[in-house]
T-cell receptor
Framework: GESVGLHLPTLSVQEGDNSIINCAYSNSASDYFIWYKQESGKGPQFIIDIRSNMDKRQGQRVTVLLNKTVKHLSLQIAATQPGDSAVYFCAENAGGSQGNLIFGKGTKLSVKP | DSGVTQTPKHLITATGQRVTLRCSPRSGDLSVYWYQQSLDQGLQFLIQYYNGEERAKGNILERFSAQQFPDLHSELNLSSLELGDSALYFC????????????FGQGTRLTVV
């Protein structure tokens, strides 16, 4: 079911291409960032996190880049698959904890077969 | 399946009423988090409990309260309900309260009529 704002940014990519989802965060004191994936009708699912003392972190098919100078976070998904279709949220926290996360509005990723 | 169980899945109630949402965290997880997801506000952190104690508080209204019981399950109580309280309410749990991965339940969809 619907779970996000009516005017979500959308990104449409071809299956097999790489996807880049961007996020601008608000608090320069934030020291911990997380990307979540939310499929229709489900709760958010943790993808990858990064602390502010890092610029880049890699997971399986995903890479998160952090640019503290411009308060920008990006999620790169390699070889995008239909199963990657979902809404992606970035979240920031100023206390280095899962508590009190501030979520972005989300980006809807659609993968064309 | 994240291992986090929320009940009920759907709830329809009238304005002015009170409801209780229940969350059973993953086995062994000590931290429980509550989030509200609405069309206009997106995902918002409400409150966190760790091993029975309130740990962090977000944008939780005074009409809302929560608690975590000795068996670590948690309940979110919403009272004097208003139409604007209609939303998806998610519970998440994590092992500790540090920057560890949190697992989300499927959510409770609350509709206030």
């Amino acid at each position: 079911g619907e779970s996000v704002g009516l005017h979500l940014p959308t990104l449409s990519v071809q299956e097999g291409d790489n996807s880049i989802i961007n996020c601008a965060y608000s608090n320069s004191a934030s020291d911990y960032f997380i990307w979540y994936k939310q499929e229709s009708g489900k709760g958010p699912q943790f993808i990858i996190d990064i602390r502010s003392n890092m610029d880049k972190r890699q997971g399986q098919r995903v890479t998160v880049l952090l640019n503290k100078t411009v308060k920008h976070l990006s999620l790169q998904i390699a070889a995008t698959q239909p199963g990657d279709s979902a809404v992606y949220f970035c979240a920031e926290n100023a206390g280095g904890s899962q508590g009190n996360l501030i979520f972005g509005k989300g980006t809807k990723l659609s993968v064309k077969p | 399946d994240s291992g986090v169980t929320q009940t009920p899945k759907h709830l329809i109630t009238a304005t002015g009423q009170r409801v209780t949402l229940r969350c059973s965290p993953r086995s062994g997880d000590l931290s429980v988090y509550w989030y509200q997801q609405s069309l206009d506000q997106g995902l918002q952190f409400l409150i966190q409990y760790y091993n029975g104690e309130e740990r962090a508080k977000g944008n939780i209204l005074e009409r809302f309260s929560a608690q975590q019981f000795p068996d670590l399950h948690s309940e979110l109580n919403l009272s004097s309900l208003e139409l604007g309280d209609s939303a998806l309410y998610f519970c998440a749990s994590s092992l500790l309260t540090g920057d560890t991965e949190a697992f989300f339940g499927q959510g409770t969809r609350l509709t206030v009529v």
